[in-house]
């Protein structure tokens, strides 16, 4: 089994990867602006079965075909793509630069969305595409102060899930999203400080990944929810 797991640096995103690597089955490329940090990731994986790939998604557009390159040179196919990378400013929206709000846009929805595009041609029938949203993003659910574009991208990113689902359907290809609540990550803390999250990366990490290999079985376009309490 072929994954790509997006925004692999740390956080939640290297909790999957470890995890996903202790299974000699799974092939995996990491993907991540700190390359040293990716570099730690692979080496801890002592499988074999992890390679990364230094990449900012918010300059997709300006590296498709070296990205694209870097990928099928590696996999012939890709089973499952995990799209967990993301950017945060907190800050009330009449004081947040255009340049900042740009960022988190970039980060949490157009890149996603690009990276996507260069991976479609590689994923057969039965493969699975999970994109992580926030409750941040989840229509309905509690908003908070200073967080409105960050929330806004992360809607973007569900709606764009649920959508996609529908084009991709005749191709065989499951589409769906997590809207994560509170896990304590370094976002988390920026986001909220003093709060103390009731999961880790670690068992955010296990859910996902079961999820990831399983959640096409039962969900096509689904938007669901994966929070315990408020934030």
């Given at each position: 089994?072929?994954?790509?797991?997006?925004?692999?640096?740390?956080?939640?995103?290297?909790?999957?990867?470890?995890?996903?690597?202790?299974?000699?089955?799974?092939?995996?490329?990491?993907?991540?602006?700190?390359?040293?940090?990716?570099?730690?990731?692979?080496?801890?994986?002592?499988?074999?079965?992890?390679?990364?790939?230094?990449?900012?998604?918010?300059?997709?557009?300006?590296?498709?075909?070296v990205i694209r390159d870097q990928i099928f040179n590696r996999f012939?196919?890709?089973?499952?793509?995990?799209?967990?990378?993301?950017s945060l400013i907190v800050s009330d929206f009449m004081k947040l630069?255009?340049?900042?709000?740009?960022?988190?846009?970039?980060?949490?929805?157009?890149?996603?969305?690009?990276?996507?595009?260069?991976?479609?041609?590689?994923?057969?029938?039965?493969?699975?595409?999970?994109?992580?949203?926030?409750?941040?993003?989840?229509?309905?659910?509690?908003?908070?102060?200073?967080?409105?574009?960050?929330?806004?991208?992360?809607?973007?990113?569900?709606?764009?899930?649920?959508?996609?689902?529908?084009?991709?359907?005749?191709?065989?290809?499951?589409?769906?999203?997590?809207?994560?609540?509170?896990?304590?990550?370094?976002?988390?803390?920026?986001?909220?400080?003093?709060?103390?999250?009731?999961?880790?990366?670690?068992?955010?990490?296990?859910?996902?990944?079961?999820?990831?290999?399983?959640?096409?079985?039962?969900?096509?376009?689904?938007?669901?929810?994966?929070?315990?309490?408020?934030?």
């Open positions: 089994m072929n994954i790509i797991v997006n925004g692999a640096s740390k956080g939640i995103g290297r909790a999957l990867v470890l995890r996903m690597a202790a299974d000699k089955d799974k092939q995996i490329i990491a993907t991540g602006r700190n390359e040293s940090m990716l570099r730690e990731l692979q080496m801890e994986c002592l499988n074999g079965n992890v390679t990364y790939m230094k990449m900012d998604i918010t300059e997709m557009n300006k590296e498709m075909e012939s196919s890709v089973d499952i793509l995990i799209n967990l990378s993301g630069s255009d340049n900042d709000s740009r960022n988190m846009m970039e980060t949490n929805f157009f890149g996603p969305v690009n990276f996507i595009k260069l991976v479609v041609p590689l994923m057969p029938a039965g493969s699975h595409i999970v994109n992580i949203s926030s409750m941040g993003g989840f229509q309905g659910s509690s908003k908070y102060r200073g967080l409105a574009v960050y929330s806004a991208s992360k809607a973007a990113l569900s709606c764009f899930s649920e959508c996609l689902a529908v084009e991709l359907s005749e191709s065989g290809i499951s589409v769906n999203c997590l809207a994560l609540g509170s896990v304590q990550t370094g976002m988390f803390e920026k986001a909220f400080p003093g709060f103390k999250a009731p999961v880790s990366p670690e068992g955010m990490a296990e859910f996902i990944s079961y999820f990831a290999v399983n959640g096409n079985k039962f969900f096509n376009g689904k938007v669901l929810p994966v929070a315990v309490n408020n934030p």
